[in-house]
T-cell receptor
Framework: LAKTTQPISMDSYEGQEVNITCSHN???????ITWYQQFPSQGPRFIIQ???TKVTNEVASLFIPADRKSSTLSLPRVSLSDTAVYYC????????????FGSGTRLQVQP | GAVVSQHPSWVICKSGTSVKIECRSL??????MFWYRQFPKQSLMLMAT?????????EQGVEKDKFLINHASLTLSTLTVTSAHPEDSSFYIC???????????????FGPGTRLTVL
């Protein structure tokens, strides 16, 4: 699986838009980009997945440039409840393989 | 949506005892289940891959005789930590793969985790 690099931590305030960028320079042609969210003492939760361009759902948006060597998770108008660790994963679109989690980005939202 | 449960959610045991953790897929059949371990402030580390009806595949460095995994049915996998020691204290998380594509993707669903504390 492609190695990913994310900022270790980020701080934000309620109501702001948060953008977390992930670098994945050796992404393969058949790799998808998936983001998970994890609250303390809970299992990870799927947020969004994309292959190229832009994907949006009710929770977040995912921006992927043409070269796919990076991606940006965008959380609009964060609230205190968005304080969590966010993981960027890159790999084939199949649940058959185990997921390889990097260090993740610890987002702290303050009032 | 697909739900995965774990039992117990937390357990405290004495050193030398064995602890069993259950992982269940509640509304789907899981062809594959994965077990992860997470230490405080660290990321998830894969321990083993479990396929229904066959032996689990362990990651390098994970003792298969210490962490016994059984996947006897399509909805249940168990992880037994044998002769637990304080260094085994961790957060154990399972995930399950349904094998079907929902919303255009084949994904894994994670359980809520089990906090193991060995005294």
């Amino acid at each position: 699986l492609a190695k990913t690099t994310q900022p270790i931590s980020m701080d934000s305030y309620e109501g702001q838009e948060v953008n977390i960028t992930c670098s994945h320079n050796n992404i393969a042609t058949n790799d998808y980009i998936t983001w998970y969210q994890q609250f303390p003492s809970q299992g990870p939760r799927f947020i969004i997945q994309g292959y190229k361009t832009k994907v949006t759902n009710e929770v977040a948006s995912l921006f992927i440039p043409a070269d796919r060597k990076s991606s940006t998770l965008s959380l609009p108008r964060v609230s205190l409840s968005d304080t969590a660790v966010y993981y960027c994963l890159v790999g084939p679109d199949t649940g058959r393989r185990a997921l390889t989690f990097g260090s993740g980005t610890r987002l702290q939202v303050q009032p | 949506g697909a739900v995965v449960s774990q039992h117990p959610s937390w357990v405290i045991c004495k050193s030398g005892t064995s602890v069993k953790i259950e992982c269940r897929s509640l509304d789907f059949q899981a062809t594959t289940m994965f077990w992860y371990r997470q230490f405080p402030k660290q990321s998830l580390m894969l321990m083993a891959t479990s396929n229904e009806g066959s032996k689990a595949t362990y990651e390098q460095g994970v003792e298969k005789d210490k962490f016994l995994i059984n996947h006897a049915s399509l909805t249940l996998s168990t992880l037994t930590v044998t002769s637990a020691h304080p260094e085994d204290s961790s957060f154990y998380i399972c995930s399950a793969r349904e094998g079907l594509r929902r919303e255009g993707r084949d994904t894994q669903y994670f359980g809520p985790g089990t906090r193991l504390t060995v005294l």
